[in-house]
T-cell receptor, first 118, second 111 residues
Framework: DADVTQTPRNRITKTGKRIMLECSQT?????MYWYRQDPGLGLQLIYY???????NKGEISDGYSVSRQAQAKFSLSLESAIPNQTALYFC?????????????????FGPGTRLTVL | DQQVKQNSPSLSVQEGRISILNCDYT??????FLWYKKYPAEGPTFLIS???IKDKNEDGRFTVFLNKSAKHLSLHIVPSQPGDSAVYFC??????????WGAGTKLIIKP
């Protein structure tokens, strides 16, 4: 079973619709991240959370919101989707410094959600 | 302003030869560097990393070299195998644990 899962894997929606992307992890990590990838660009950080009560904006948070429902769940919402939010979205997790899950510098990724906004 | 740059969008290498992937960065405060590998329809997977206090780290066929004065790192794969065909991302870590990513290099290993 995958350690980091994302649902849905693919989604096509229309401009103005509200969309939620979900991420679950079984790695026991406290830290979770949402990234987007556009063609020809690296991953850009949207939001990150270091524990259930902690939410931080990343490089490109405008137009997005997140919810950390539990240690294992981190969801990303597009309140009113627009075409330039068409991209590949990745969720990732990492351990806490001093944790037992390996190097805390490594991030572990889900398989991605391909979102198309028409 | 791209803080991490991978200037080669793609690289083609003969099977069995050495693959060298390059990455340049601009921020001298980065303290840790990572290489990730990505296959189509999958998320990136961690490959190898190096701390800024080292200049080389080796793991099997993979070696990462760091030249801090030039703000340059490279990933060497020897020998290259068909399964190495993938997109390789270089990432650099801020002290606040955020990763800054390069645009990736698509490596194609020719049989």
């Amino acid at each position: 079973d995958a350690d980091v899962t994302q649902t849905p894997r693919n989604r096509i929606t229309k401009t103005g619709k509200r969309i939620m992307l979900e991420c679950s992890q079984t790695k026991g990590h406290d830290r979770m991240y949402w990234y987007r990838q556009d063609p020809g660009l690296g991953l850009q950080l949207i939001y990150y959370s270091f524990d259930v009560k902690d939410i931080n904006k990343g490089e490109i948070s405008d137009g997005y919101s997140v919810s950390r429902q539990a240690q294992a769940k981190f969801s990303l919402s597009l309140e009113s989707a627009i075409p330039n939010q068409t991209a590949l979205y990745f969720c990732a997790t990492s351990d806490t410094p001093g944790g037992v899950g390996g190097s805390y510098n490594e991030q572990f990724f889900g398989p991605g959600t391909r979102l198309t906004v028409l | 302003d791209q803080q991490v740059k991978q200037n080669s969008p793609s690289l083609s290498v003969q099977e069995g030869r050495i693959s060298i992937l390059n990455c340049d960065y601009t921020n001298s405060m980065f303290d840790y560097f990572l290489w990730y590998k990505k296959y189509p329809a999958e998320g990136p997977t961690f490959l190898i990393s190096i701390s800024s206090i080292k200049d080389k780290n080796e793991d099997g066929r993979f070696t990462v070299f760091l030249n801090k004065s030039a703000k340059h790192l490279s990933l060497h794969i020897v020998p290259s195998q068909p399964g190495d065909s993938a997109v390789y991302f270089c990432a650099a870590k801020h002290s606040n644990y955020q990763l800054i990513w390069g645009a990736g290099t698509k490596l194609i290993i020719k049989p």
